[in-house]
């Protein structure tokens, strides 16, 4: 089974910024794609951005100009670069990956960190 870690996340004023990581771990897998949700209080989880096996990538209108994804496919490693940080960004990130191992095809989720902005 293929595992994700989050990290990155904590607390930041407006304006400023934040940069999450996932790394996959695991034997034999393959990533096709990797992409950040986020659920706020409330709230159902909606996906942020994501990034296909070929550098393919896609934003939900609220984050474009402001967040990056890219990966680092020798560490297994997608980030989330957020700039210009808004209190409306508040919420549980998570990590989400598809792809497949060798007895077939997995979709993982890490466990979530937490982003908050607030003065």
Do not use: H
Not at 15 to 41: D, E, H, K, V
Not at 58 to 86: C, E, H, P, W
């Amino acid at each position: 089974q293929v595992q994700l870690v989050e990290s990155g996340g904590g607390l930041v004023q407006p304006g400023g910024s934040l940069r999450l990581a996932c790394a996959a771990s695991g034997n034999g897998f393959t990533i096709n794609s990797m992409a950040w949700y986020r659920q706020a209080p409330g709230k159902e989880r909606d996906s942020v951005a994501t990034i296909t096996s070929i550098g393919t990538t896609a934003y939900v209108d609220s984050v474009r100009g402001r967040f990056t994804i890219s990966r680092d496919n020798a560490k297994n490693t997608v980030y989330l670069q957020m700039n210009s940080l808004k209190p409306e960004d508040t919420a549980v990130y998570y990590c989400n990956a598809i792809g497949y191992t060798d007895v077939g095809p997995f979709r993982s989720w890490g466990q979530g960190t937490q982003v908050t902005v607030s003065s």
